[in-house]
């Protein structure tokens, strides 16, 4: 619905706090969804998912959302489907080319992106759409990534312990931390010495 979008492009900091709330709980929930399998949970999460943000955003489940970087304002919008700023051809008022009766989608982003913490992701180039994606949650997409890079993390961060440890024992035993042993008098070089 157009007047529900427009009033999140007004409302954009409090649903970027919302959507950082709604993506820590699904990264949360990946053990879950993991034991049920994510082939089983997307069908219904991608439901909940186009029903509420069809109604805030116009969504249309390209499966790569970026709301958080265009200011709330969704690209696939754009008559054009610009993902990486505005055309050439928006009116006076900032109203779209093809479809003069709405505002153009990048300048309801750039009004967005001045309301949020971090307005300045629009400025990130984004890759194209692949459109192999459409229909799929982007919420169990991100939910399944985040959760991956936070295990990866947690990995390394385990074995460079594990690593830090061991190297502690081996400093301890090794033969280079065991007292000298006294130089042999003909080994010590007499013109040297003061
Ligand atoms: S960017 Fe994609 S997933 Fe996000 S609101 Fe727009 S169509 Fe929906």
Not at 105 to 122: F, K, L, S, Y
Not at 139 to 152: D, F, G, M
Not at 179 to 190: D, I, K, M, Q, T
């Amino acid at each position: 619905m157009y007047r529900l979008r427009l009033w999140s492009v007004r409302h954009a900091r409090g649903l970027e706090r919302l959507y950082k709330w709604v993506e820590g709980t699904m990264v949360a929930l990946d053990p879950l969804f993991a034991r049920i399998g994510y082939a089983r949970v997307e069908r219904p999460v991608a439901v909940l998912e186009s029903g509420v943000k069809g109604l805030l955003f116009d969504c249309e489940m390209c499966g790569q959302c970026v709301l958080s970087s265009t200011g709330m304002s969704c690209p696939m919008n754009c008559p054009k489907q610009l993902r990486n700023g505005p055309c050439g051809g928006v009116r006076p008022g900032g109203f779209c080319e093809v479809k003069p009766w709405m505002r153009c989608v990048w300048v309801d982003a750039w009004d967005g992106a001045q309301r949020m913490r971090n307005g300045a992701w629009i400025s990130e180039v984004l890759p194209p759409v692949d459109r192999s994606l459409k229909g799929s949650s982007s919420w169990l997409r991100v939910a399944r990534e985040k959760a991956a890079e936070r295990r990866h993390s947690e990995t390394k961060s385990r074995a460079r312990r594990i690593v830090a440890k061991a190297f502690a024992g081996a400093r301890r035993n090794e033969p280079a931390s065991a007292p000298l042993a006294e130089e042999p008098p003909s080994a010590v070089n007499r013109e040297a010495q003061p």
